[in-house]
């Protein structure tokens, strides 16, 4: 009997700040450890915690890009537990008075097509520190540099369901963060953690099943990979008639199992109760429609404006809005002249490429454009371009047309030598000629391809074949 799988998401995010949530710390990743902390991110006594107006303004922001309301006010609470890595025993986060509520994704799904993930609330936290397995052989050290880090969490309804819409889901999330610019987004420095919410039911069943959370996973393949073996692990304990335990869970990635890391806590577990050092964050509503205001086209929209102006296929739209950057230097090479055919093919081919490895356009709009024109023009083969293309990258002052005529890449145009090539093509291969005259069109190609070989891929192919066409005749 089938079951269907029931997904929900909490995404951490590490807002783009200069300085920590609640204190004037810097928030900057990789400094030595327990160097960025003072008696407010570690909870001294006597220490007042003051709210960071740019981490507002980028909460405010994230929630505005996912639909969501900003409400005019919310409250800070204190998470109580203990660990390592919280010194003052507690989290500043919101709890029942979120910053915002009631959002949406939209996604395609592998399975489903095009869906609608709804966002139940965006609250503003601060991050605890981190504990380092790996400095002191035998033991583990504290890190407090990330204690008060400025933080989203991003709480997704239970609509996804298979892991690769979850999979999906995160993809479509990050590009509105990058976007919006309210993060870097970067999973390796921990500026985007995931926990998942999975549970299994009966189609057809309104009631959820028992869910159990797999914290902390570090890649969007791992979220993906992590759901399916604790879908596989639910489906296979209700097959056998057993019950599924509320938890926390734990995926090793290197053998693809999940493993117990504590009993689920439920919210009272938490003994929140709101921060007496933090008043209730108010947002006048004229702020909120500024901050809205604010906000760029987002990827959605790109997308089909893309498709709408320069008639680009749904597919590459989607490429090219992956990310703004990528987006918005197809634009820029459009505007320069190129045809929006020729840009896509440019962009993402050779410039994505380099764009992936440097994080950078190395070659303006324009100088591509002119190489583009040297290339439609047949002034230079495609080939040719394309071994141009690393040239102008590695040259901010390099012109196309004097790298193609100093690498001897202009192609071969004048009629009386083409005339000569095609003479020595010919009278290499005589049978090969006969062959032709008997009836062998498809021998055209072959001799095409003498010519441009004999000419080391200078000659131009659309002046070559009318001077081949008439030698053939006159034998």
């Avoid at 507690?90 to 915002?100: E, G, H, R, T």
């Avoid at 057993?242 to 806590?265: D, H, I, P, W, Y």
Wanted: hydrophobic share 40%.
């Amino acid at each position: 009997m089938a079951w269907e799988v029931v997904i929900g998401l909490e995404v951490h995010v590490q807002l783009l700040t200069r300085s920590k949530m609640f204190c004037g710390c810097a928030n900057r990743f990789g400094d030595r450890p327990n160097t960025n902390v003072c008696p407010i991110c570690l909870g001294l006594p006597g220490a007042l915690p003051v709210p960071n107006a740019e981490a507002v303004r980028l909460a405010a922001r994230a929630a505005l890009a996912l639909g969501c309301t900003v409400h005019e006010a919310s409250v800070f609470a204190r998470k109580n537990y203990f660990y390592p890595d919280l010194p003052k025993g507690y989290q500043i986060s919101q709890f029942d008075v979120p910053l915002a509520t009631r959002g949406a994704v939209a996604l395609e799904s592998p399975e489903r097509g095009r869906i609608v993930c709804g966002v139940t609330r965006l609250h503003v936290e601060e991050d605890a520190g981190k504990l380092l397995h790996d400095r002191i052989s035998g033991k583990t050290a504290v890190d407090l540099n990330r204690a008060g880090t400025p933080l989203v969490e991003i709480v997704s309804e239970p609509d996804l369901r298979s892991p690769a819409e979850a999979r999906e889901y995160l993809r479509m999330l990050r590009q509105i963060l990058l976007y919006t610019g309210v993060s870097d987004c970067n999973m390796e420095e921990g500026s985007l953690r995931v926990d998942a919410n999975i549970s299994i039911r009966r189609p057809g069943s309104a009631a959820l099943g028992v869910k159990c959370e797999l914290k902390n996973l570090n890649s969007f393949a791992n979220v993906e990979r992590a759901l399916e073996a604790e879908r596989d692990r639910q489906m296979a304990l209700m097959d056998r008639g057993e019950r599924v335990v509320q938890s926390t869970l734990l995926f090793n990635a290197a053998s693809g199992q999940v493993k117990l890391m504590r009993s689920k806590e439920e919210s009272h577990d938490y003994r929140y109760f709101p921060d007496p050092d933090l008043p209730p964050l108010v947002l006048v509503p004229a702020w909120i429609a500024d901050r809205e205001a604010e906000l760029p086209e987002l990827p959605e929209t790109k997308r089909a404006r893309l498709v709408s102006a320069y008639a680009v296929s749904p597919y590459h739209a989607g490429q090219l809005a992956a990310e703004r950057p990528i987006a918005d230097y197809f634009e820029a090479v459009v505007a320069a002249g190129a045809e929006p055919k020729d840009a896509v093919r440019w962009v993402l081919g050779d410039v994505i490429a380099g764009y992936n490895e440097s994080g950078q356009f190395a070659v303006a709009p324009a100088r591509l454009v002119a190489l583009i024109r040297l290339e439609t023009e047949g002034t230079v083969s495609g080939q040719a371009a394309r071994k141009i293309f690393p040239e102008l990258a590695a040259d901010p002052a390099a012109d196309a047309r004097a790298v193609a005529e100093r690498m001897g890449l202009v192609q071969l145009r004048d009629q009386d030598a083409l005339g000569r090539l095609v003479d020595e093509v010919l009278s290499a291969h005589p049978a090969e000629v006969q062959r032709f005259r008997s009836g062998e069109d498809k021998l055209m190609g072959f001799f095409v391809g003498q010519v441009m070989k004999r000419s080391q891929g200078k000659a131009d192919p659309k002046g070559v074949q009318p001077v081949l066409a008439r030698k053939l005749q006159e034998r």
